[in-house]
């Protein structure tokens, strides 16, 4: 077996493994790698295992470094999930000693694996993140009975209010200024337009753009990316003051609407942190919520890495951040953002 980097050119070898591999996302398409490198200036290091001519696995690898928050390997960063894929634990297991490897070279004390499924290797994990996924089985009538009462009436309140959804990547705009805005008033930098720019222009066919409109005014917007069998809610925002109006539900719901039509067996509403507001909210979708098997490879350090928003440390920046004009939050965010994959 032999380990090596995606070569230029190779790419479709690549994403033919991943498109077939079942523990693969959408993710795990080599485009995602110039879309990161091109919009943050971070190296990824792609590496594929060879059995003879067969690809055996992949491992989608970044090194983020930042000179506030140093330097530390992810897969994958800015998007859902990454890590490992591979056909058995030897594969994996060679995979992982080669980006140890790289990344110990960059000076990088860990990586993160994002993992969806659990890995074989014996590397530490965590409980921090979990998803909820919507089984679409039945149809958008059969989804919609499954769902929460106060779903139905949220979903059924917004349209009596007025709320149309839209749909088209030429409402990008719209969700960008809703979703700055949204993450400055929870105290988060936000990553620079180029990288959804970039994402939209190298995944056309795979990322849809929502907007929530009311009375001319958007409300809400949010991005999903639509995989093999899934359709991922990715990156998503409202107006605090509009939300009475029910928006969001309306947004998820077209989205579910969509998804069953693309043919989507399940809808992944997005990671959250565990017992968090955020998976209060999702669990009355009708979905069932797992942990997120995230592993860490420790490369010299013996605990796990501490850089999460949930950390009580960052409270006061992310007290001070939500003091920031709107306008200088866009322009100091990205330079930071691009730091805190």
């Given at each position: 077996?032999?380990?090596?980097?995606c070569p230029p050119g190779?790419?479709?070898?690549?994403?033919?493994?991943?498109?077939?591999?079942?523990?693969?996302?959408?993710?795990?398409?080599?485009?995602?790698?110039?879309?990161?490198?091109?919009?943050?200036?971070?190296?990824?290091?792609?590496?594929?295992a060879l059995d003879g001519e067969r690809v055996a696995g992949i491992y989608p690898l970044f090194v983020v470094s930042s000179r506030l928050f140093g330097a530390r390997g992810v897969s994958l960063p800015f998007v859902s999930y990454g890590?490992?894929?591979?056909?058995?634990?030897?594969?994996?297991?060679?995979?992982?000693?080669?980006?140890?490897?790289?990344?110990?070279?960059?000076?990088?004390?860990?990586?993160?694996?994002?993992q969806l499924h659990p890995l074989k290797s014996p590397w530490p994990t965590t409980d921090r993140k979990v998803v909820t996924e919507i089984p679409l089985d039945g149809g958008p009538g059969a989804v919609f009975a499954r769902l929460h009462?106060?779903?139905?009436?949220?979903?059924?309140?917004?349209?009596?209010?007025?709320?149309?959804?839209?749909?088209?990547a030429g409402y990008f705009p719209d969700f960008y200024a809703i979703y700055s805005r949204n993450l400055r008033d929870l105290g988060t930098p936000v990553l620079g337009r180029r990288f959804f720019e970039a994402a939209l222009e190298a995944f056309p066919s795979h990322i849809r753009v929502y907007r929530a409109v009311r009375q001319g005014k958007t409300i809400a917007a949010k991005m999903v990316v639509m995989g093999r069998n899934t359709c991922h809610f990715v990156w998503s925002a409202s107006l605090r003051e509009?939300?009475?109006?029910?928006?969001?539900?309306?947004?998820?719901?077209?989205?579910?609407?969509?998804?069953?039509?693309?043919?989507?067996?399940?809808?992944?509403l997005g990671r959250s942190t565990?017992?968090?507001?955020?998976?209060?909210?999702?669990?009355?979708w009708g979905g069932e919520c797992r942990t997120l098997p995230w592993a860490y490879q420790l490369l010299g350090r013996e605990d796990l890495p501490g850089l999460h928003k949930e950390n009580?440390?960052?409270a006061l920046a992310i007290a001070l951040w939500k003091r920031l004009p709107l306008g200088l939050s866009r322009i100091l965010g990205p330079p930071i953002a691009r730091g805190l994959p």
């Open positions: 077996m032999k380990i090596q980097l190779q790419e479709a070898l690549w994403d033919e493994y991943a498109s077939r591999h079942p523990d693969a996302t959408v993710f795990h398409l080599a485009g995602w790698k110039r879309v990161i490198e091109g919009s943050t200036g971070h190296a990824g290091h792609y590496l594929m890590g490992i894929v591979a056909d058995g634990p030897e594969v994996e297991q060679a995979l992982g000693e080669a980006a140890a490897g790289i990344a110990r070279a960059a000076g990088c004390d860990h990586i993160e694996l994002r009462q106060n779903v139905r009436n949220k979903i059924r309140k917004a349209e009596k209010n007025g709320v149309a959804v839209q749909q088209g509009e939300l009475s109006h029910a928006p969001v539900h309306a947004m998820n719901w077209r989205a579910v609407e969509e998804a069953c039509q693309a043919g989507c067996r399940q809808v992944d565990a017992d968090s507001s955020h998976q209060d909210f999702k669990k009355y009580k440390s960052f």
